[in-house]
């Protein structure tokens, strides 16, 4: 089975995607990661991730290692993320690694659970399942600051949220896979929904294939 999450930043589909995989014993693929490599490894060697050809490059030698890396979780990298992954070269780059993964995941795992901005619409239009997880901008600038916070971070929340409406206006913009609800996704409003609730209705549709 594979199961396809997407939404905007900070909209809990992670967490929810994390916690599917583990429940139902599926491989997870955490795609944001991969523009985070692609953009964090284009910062590292002092380029500007929005030229086309240094991203192209970036993401055809990425370094699977680096996606577990903690300095991908920054914001300045976020930024870099949402730039290269306005490329057409990068995200053609990417789409074999994520359908493979699909397809045939790892460890023998029966099923695949992938989040991130176009799973629904690009990398698996045919997913058996398919949520679109959002809430409002205030809610998700307010868990992002949060989070960061208990990470030590210092960091000021005006900042934060303006952040996510710059990255949000660009993934959802550009010409190329943008932020979108696949027509047949199941759309998760969480912003009055703590992450329990939310887990325990995804569960009721990934099992049943409906919520009802
Ligand atoms: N339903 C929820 N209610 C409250 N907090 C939540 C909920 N879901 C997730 N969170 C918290 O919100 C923060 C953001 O969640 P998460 O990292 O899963 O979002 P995301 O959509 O994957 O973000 P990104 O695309 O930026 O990686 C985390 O601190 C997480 O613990
Ligand atoms: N399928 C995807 C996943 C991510 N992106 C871009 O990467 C940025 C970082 O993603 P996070 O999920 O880690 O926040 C994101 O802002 C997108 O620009 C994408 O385009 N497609």
């Known amino acids: 089975m594979i199961v396809a999450i997407d939404g905007p930043a900070a909209s809990g589909k992670g967490t929810l995607a994390r916690r599917l995989a583990r429940h139902f014993g599926f491989a997870y693929l955490d795609t944001g990661s991969l523009y985070r490599a692609v953009g964090f490894a284009v910062l590292q060697a002092g380029g500007d991730p929005a030229d086309e050809a240094t991203a192209e490059v970036a993401a055809r030698s990425l370094d699977p290692a680096l996606l577990d890396d903690g300095r991908l979780r920054t914001d300045d990298v976020a930024q870099a993320a949402s730039k290269v992954a306005a490329i057409p070269a990068v995200r053609a780059a990417l789409l074999d690694f994520q359908r493979r993964f699909a397809a045939a995941p790892p460890d023998g795992a029966k099923g695949a659970v992938l989040d991130g901005r176009d799973i629904g619409t690009v990398v698996c239009p045919d997913a058996d399942r398919k949520m679109f997880v959002t809430a409002s901008i205030d809610v998700r600038a307010k868990r992002r600051f949060k989070e960061l916070r208990e990470k030590g971070l210092d960091v000021i929340e005006s900042a934060v949220r303006q952040d996510m409406v710059n990255r949000d206006a660009r993934d959802a913009g550009r010409s ?22 939310v887990f325990a209705l995804a569960v009721r549709y990934v099992t049943d294939g409906r919520l009802g």
């Open 176 to 197: 190329v896979a943008p932020l979108a609800p696949a027509e047949d996704a199941l759309v998760f409003d969480t912003s009055d929904l703590d992450a329990e609730q």
